[in-house]
């Protein structure tokens, strides 16, 4: 491994070598994830270019050295754990963006550039790339882990989003899946194959994202329910009836005093009851059908429990609670404690008593627990907060998270709606698909990294 | 290969084993499609299930006979074509939806389920699978072709729409790609890898798909222009502006002639000049809006050029011509000539220009030779009519087809749309993609079937 290291120092210069402790702890744990390893990488590499990272793993291959490329560092599942250690390659230094394909609606960049800052730089086009997982989050990561976020619902995921990508084979062979039409059925869908693939069929380095055109204009309802049930009930019923909703979401009322206890997001005082958040874009007249068409679905919710915002500012803050919610909960979160966070999918129609469940059996762990979720994509995440050090607590949760994660395979939902396995969730992952799907998986594994 | 049969005769049934003359030209041949081989396959087998699918699958794996899935027969780039023999595996008794999940809106389908009957089937409960392609096809074939049609636009292509699919492997293994999420990063895409595989992973004999909600309302537009650029350059415009349209179609005049000299689809006698069709769906509010939208965008074809359905006939009629074009053209077409029929897609920019290109090029051939296309996603379609018994002629077509395929390449774009790659474009997918992309497509199927 150190030869390899020096190799590398070698091939790209010093100063894009670290081997500081510093560094180190800062790319081998995240106190936002749930799963940790013990092992840590031994040096971070940041390469410059596709060449660069082409570089870096034909010498990590040659020397049988393991690989952990790293974007943001913001993932939840353990997904850039170094639980073999190896090298880190930091992609942080590819930060440029390619080419900006206007008249296309694409944009190509490197793997590090952050969605936000890219979204900020085409505004003024009137296009942006519609994800929004981790503001944080850098476009090679939310593609390795096939993202999405509140968008979802209208938008789908990170892989509906791909026109091609450059990736960096095992072997240092670098390939373009795709030349850049909108719409191909030109040979296997390599695009999504990359998509979600966590890193391990190869280096993501450069990708051509498709882009949307900017709603002209957005607004945000809030509905307050007096169970969990009955704000479930009324997110299946707007779907069920097709409102055209760019976004729902769920809060529970621990969630709403979380935010409530970390400044409201914008000062507002929130009534601490299960929370709906509904996002509304497109033109002025087809929103306020869209709005019309909910007050009509949730009767009763007319007046003080189905707020909409009438101004931006208003709106900004309205939305914030629900994008702040994992950072309300770090804020509020005792010393000593971390938070196990987790997400499972399941039917639409199970979604309901899913989240019921779940609540009350992480309510029971006598712990602080909150459900909050993408209800429209039947998606939703548990958090709990725990201290890590004491046995009992830890396998307590460790229980309750994995009865959820079963709970959702009866009901033929998957462990994962969007965070993807990292180390976190691979002993379930046999558990949903079977063995002999698994066996194609690692048959495809082995294909491209012999 | 004749052991095969009987043994396959042997498991399943006489009756379900086919080697009759008709029935064997009839599944390695279609006037339809652009490419065919001069090989055909020894027997049709007719399975009934999964199971049934496996055990041929394994029979023919045994004594190393090629195996040809087989669904409605409705490609057009020789995607069923038998070069070198083997057995038919024809789908078409395997037409049983096996679960509705109207709550969760999705629907568990056999791979013989014709799209059209599924979606008349489920139209009460006000759902629908948004796909439009041939409206001969079955799910199966859709799913392996990665197919679209008109309402890609909108709703995105096949792979957007699928929840999970059985798979009979190579070596028989039967395999489910998921569970029933609506969304998941759960492990390898394989949705999505076997998604337009063209029956080169596995056979695909089971399928959940998503639904969508039927809209309230329809409305087609249709406006003509000068000249074909006058169309495109409309359509990038409306595209570009973000109006919320459903479907944009273009059809040259030459089609528009066909389409009269065809009936007029409906009666109607049509414009013959480069045609956009437009199709607008949604609330009554926000339709409207749209057309308003593109009544502003597209000035000066507010009367007589730029026409509106208003009753729910008047749409089919407007909207058939579009649908009906492949028809129209079969059915004008001179005895002992066939079609070429291709497709390809190019960034939206260039799109204006390729047609154009191409449609001068072809002209030039002396031939018969019109231009539709999927103007929404940068995806058009040329057909010529030609004497495929005149070497001359034959080698005419084949050398203009393969300039328009380079030109889209040139273009960063790629061979193919949606109609797959078949035996036709087999050549160019190597210049499209890059030998390295193509060693990895090759060894994916290597570990798929060693």
Known sequence: ML???RKIQKALGEDRVSIEQDDIESHGYSEWSTSNST???VAIVTPR???EVSAIVKICTEHRTPMIPFGAGSSVEGNFSSPFSGICIDLSGMNRILAFHEEDMNITVQAGVRWTDMNEKIKSANLFMPMDPSPTAYVGGMIATNCSGTNAMK???MKDWVVNLT???PNGTVIKTKRRPRKSSAGYNLNALFTGSEGTLGIITEATLKLAILPDETSIGVATFPTVKDATAAAS???RAGVPLAALEFMDEVQM????????AGGRKWTEKPTLFLKFTGTKDSMNEAIRQTQKLIPGYTSDRLIFASTASERESLWAARKEALWALLAVRPENT????TDVAVPLSRLAEIVDLSKKESGNLGLFSTVLGHVGDGNFHQAVMYNPKDPEQYQAVKACVSRMMRRALEMEGTISGEHGIGIGKKDYLKEELGDSTIQLMRALKRSVDP
Chains 1, 2 share one sequence.
Do not use: D, H
């Open 237 to 239: 019923k707007l779907i």
């Open 167 to 169: 990736v960096v084979l």
């Open 39 to 41: 092992g840590r990488p």
């Open 155 to 157: 938008y789908g995921t």
């Open 257 to 264: 005093s979380v935010i409530n206890q970390n400044g409201g």
């Open 3 to 5: 030869v390899a290291v």
């Open 49 to 51: 270019s596709t060449e």
């Open 338 to 341: 971390e938070i196990w966070s």
